[in-house]
């Protein structure tokens, strides 16, 4: 492989790429990335045997074709720090020599024949959606997904389609929180697929997207393989069921407050401030015409901050964990939301239109 590139793609391509491996994975290859000619352009790829990507720089001269697997972190020190707009890679045995226009650098490696296999994004039907309703849908979900490995199955966002309807539906829950959104694919889904996807995946799809762009999806019985403008993604889809999540979402809530996320968060913030970061909890206190917001730490003092705003009911008072719902405001941004409740000891839902629920424990007091 004999090859002149862009800096900056190659760049952006190890930044995409590098967020696959994995330091501390026992099998050496699985540190080090794949570069080869592919058609006219060259590709990276990276594994850990559960997330797959390749990535493909398109500025691209090349001389000659092949390619070669290096370590990923040399590689990435020699390109950032490099001041040229272009530098040539070029194969030689098992060493790859990258070169500027007064730099020079011998990188050893291994035969690309080692490398595990990435599968290509299958030609054929795939479910298509813009780029920016995918990265929406992954934002607004992926942050109430739970980090304990125990639950396995609660370690990723589920997608769900239905065969011939445009709808797709991502879910994200740790079991304390909820959060669901649906959104239209630009056609109707040609498969039908309840998956769980994990949050590494989407994570580096959402690395992958630039600008506008269509997004492509196709899932199998244990892959899901996502394809961007600039490469292709294949992930192990994760194990386990999913909880039924449509029977925690309450239909009788009494007491309704109408407010901009914006505003409500500033207030959470403001009331949160002398609260200790291990045991932050505070109270929403509702009634006509008002919300106040109060925190109670025996070592930091008291807050009270109150808002007008427009509720609904009879008065209600409940605890919450601040930051679970500042995720929540943070993810929906500066829309104006729907906040239900109806009792202190049953889940609040904020709404956002029809097809944005976000769902939150209370805290109860034993």
């Excluded at 829950?173 to 697929?193: E, Q, S, W, Y």
Aim: charged share 30%; aromatic share 4%.
């Amino acid at each position: 492989m004999n090859v002149s590139c862009s800096r900056t793609e190659l760049r952006e391509a190890l930044r995409v790429v590098q967020g696959v491996v994995d330091p501390r994975n026992i099998k050496p290859i699985l540190k080090d990335i794949h570069l080869r000619v592919v058609g006219d352009m060259l590709e990276l790829s990276a594994t850990d045997l559960e997330v797959g990507i390749k990535y493909f720089v398109r500025d691209v001269e090349i001389k000659s074709t092949g390619g070669i697997v290096v370590p990923v972190e040399p590689l990435v020190g020699i390109v950032n720090e490099s001041p040229d707009e272009r530098l040539t890679l070029q194969v030689k045995d098992l060493g790859m020599l990258v070169q500027g226009k007064g730099s020079r650098f011998q990188v050893m490696g291994l035969s690309e024949e080692e490398f595990p296999t990435i599968p290509d994004f299958p030609d054929g039907s795939a479910l298509e959606l813009e780029a920016a309703v995918f990265k929406e849908m992954v934002e607004k979900t992926i942050f109430a997904v739970s980090l304990e490995k125990q639950r396995y199955a609660l370690n990723g966002v589920l997608l769900v389609t239905k065969e011939k309807a445009a709808k797709i539906e991502m879910v994200g829950t740790d079991g304390h929180r909820l959060a669901v959104i649906r959104r239209k694919a630009n056609a109707a889904a040609p498969f039908a697929a309840s998956a769980i996807i994990s949050v590494k995946a989407l994570q580096e799809v959402l690395k992958m997207i630039s600008g506008e762009e269509i997004v492509k999806l196709l899932i199998s019985e244990r892959q899901a393989l996502i394809r961007t403008e600039r490469g292709v993604l294949v992930a192990q889809l994760v194990d386990g069921r999913f909880p039924p999540y449509k029977e925690v979402i309450p239909d009788d809530c009494d007491k309704k407050l109408e407010i901009e996320a914006e505003e409500l968060s500033d207030a959470i913030r403001q009331a949160s401030v002398l609260t200790m970061s291990g045991s932050r909890t505070i109270w929403l206190k509702f009634a006509s015409g008002s919300l106040t917001i109060e925190s109670n730490d025996p070592e930091l003092g008291e807050a009270h901050v109150t808002i007008d705003v427009k509720y609904e009911g009879a008065p209600i008072e409940m605890r919450f964990s601040p930051e679970f719902l500042l995720d929540g405001l943070k993810a929906i941004g500066k829309e104006r939301i729907r906040l239900e409740m109806k009792d202190p000891g049953r889940p609040a839902v904020m709404r956002v239109g029809p097809d944005y629920v976000y769902l939150i424990m209370p805290i109860v007091q034993d």
